[in-house]
Nanobody
Framework: QVQLVESGGGLVQAGGSLRLSCRAS????????LGWSRQAPGKEREFVAI????????YYIDSTEGRFTISRDNAKTAWYLEMNNLKPEDTAVYYC???????????????WGQGTQVTVSS
């Protein structure tokens, strides 16, 4: 049974920081692209950060403006999203995911976690 479990979400004031973690079990993802997506009420799901399997290339949406950093630790079968200078519009459920390629389409990913809530207050 393959499982992805997110942790690190919570409540934070605008300008604060959070570090999200995704820990996978059941298989390794060394050759997979790894990502973080989010979905806010009334908005479409979007990938905010993706890291290629080699770790040499990353992708971020424009709205993060360099505030988010994705990293991976293959030895721990884990990946992380460091979020700095958080804004109220970052409020969403954040999901980690793994896919064979660094897709930006959420329905192309093979594995998903259950999500962790991030709430940014003003």
């Amino acid at each position: 049974q393959v499982q992805l479990v997110e942790s690190g979400g919570g409540l934070v004031q605008a300008g604060g920081s959070l570090r999200l973690s995704c820990r996978a079990s059941g298989r390794t993802f060394n050759n997979y692209a790894l990502g973080w997506s989010r979905q806010a009420p009334g908005k479409e799901r979007e990938f905010v950060a993706i890291i290629e399997s080699s770790g040499h290339s990353t992708y971020y949406i424009d709205s993060t403006e360099g505030r988010f950093t994705i990293s991976r630790d293959n030895a721990k079968t884990a990946w992380y999203l460091e979020m700095n200078n958080l804004k109220p519009e970052d409020t969403a459920v954040y999901y980690c995911a793994a896919g064979a390629q660094p897709y930006t389409e959420y329905d192309r990913y093979d594995y998903w976690g259950q999500g962790t809530q991030v709430t940014v207050s003003s």
